[in-house]
């Protein structure tokens, strides 16, 4: 990516954050409960473009050396480890999940809001799954910080736990961190690595912009893929949502409802239509999650309307 277009996308989030932030100050001028929530309608939708073209303006310039491809994630590999973004500070955070007078709004959330992180591309030809991923050059970063014995701030809030695998390499462990690093200024609350390594990446009563309408009472989860194109392992993702499930029971949020990002906004594919199957037919059932296959709102796609497409 030229440095030109870097910072075209950046002053385009910067625009939509500003915009964002015009109606949101609308909403709290409003004559009727229905005119601030259209207001906030918007202002939703404008968080969730500034969003994505934040990780537009981000993305990691791929490094090239030795003739090594760019490290977008740890593919085949299973680590089945938990990182707890939660205790980085917001000082160490780029994204800042304030509403009206600067606060940080906090809710009870009361289910799951699923999506995935990037739509495919094409490359020289090619169609590419793409994630946010952690560059080879940031990878290699943190390689050399762990083995440097560094416990700073940023290195010790995202010290993974649980069941570790015992075989671990050095550069496993330091794309772990490094992925943990390209996520922690993420809007999900959660997100599932490509390396089968669980982010819990937000706090659970957090208000972020990920899901339009649904921010206020749902937790985000996301795979970091296109899950129309890559796949998945059940297992793998059914116990990350598990756990997820075991920590909002033990903080307070009853995570009974299951939803997709599709419903709230005009994205028909996030998540695709095999993994709308296994949230339903696996994970629903076993979790006891309630969902509603005919809901939809601001242009978005039911969930029977994913089922019965491609």
């Keep these: ?50 969003d994505e073209l934040y990780a537009m303006a981000t993305e990691p310039v791929p490094t090239h050396e030795d003739g090594d491809e760019p490290t977008v994630a740890v593919d085949g590999d299973t680590l089945m480890a938990v990182f707890d973004n939660r205790g980085v500070p917001d000082s160490q955070r780029k994204r800042k999940w304030t509403v009206r007078g600067g606060r940080i709004k906090e809710t009870r959330k009361i289910g799951f809001l699923f999506h995935h992180t990037r739509v495919a591309k094409v490359v020289k030809g090619e169609l590419v799954s793409a994630g946010f991923g952690a560059s080879a050059q940031l990878v290699r970063q943190y390689e050399e910080r762990i083995a440097a014995g560094d416990r700073s701030p940023m290195v010790e809030g995202m010290q993974g736990f649980g069941n570790e695998h015992p075989d671990i390499t050095p550069e496993q462990w ?134 019965a497409g491609d």
């Design 1 to 50: 990516m030229t440095d030109d277009k870097r910072h075209a996308l950046m002053h385009a989030h910067l625009r939509a954050q500003d915009q964002a932030d015009e109606y949101n100050v609308l909403a709290s001028m409003a004559d009727s409960p229905e005119e601030a929530a259209a207001y906030e309608r918007m202002e939703w939708t404008l968080r969730e473009q500034a």
């Design 174 to 307: 330091s794309r772990a961190h490094a992925l943990a690093h390209r996520y922690k200024d993420q809007s999900y609350h959660a997100i599932t690595a490509k390396n089968s390594v669980l982010y819990v990446n937000q706090r659970f009563e957090r208000r972020t912009w990920h899901g339009d309408g649904a921010n206020d009472d749902y937790l985000g989860h996301a795979y970091d893929s296109d899950l129309r194109y890559d796949t998945f392992d059940p297992d793998e993702v059914f116990l990350d949502i598990a756990t997820l499930k075991d920590i909002g029971d033990d903080e307070g949020h009853p995570l009974t409802q299951l939803s997709c990002h599709c419903c709230w906004t005009n994205k028909p594919h996030d998540p695709g239509k095999l993994y709308v199957e296994f949230l339903l037919d696996r994970v629903a059932p076993a979790l006891r999650l309630q969902y509603d296959l005919d809901f939809k709102t601001n242009g978005g796609r039911s969930l029977r309307e994913v089922l």
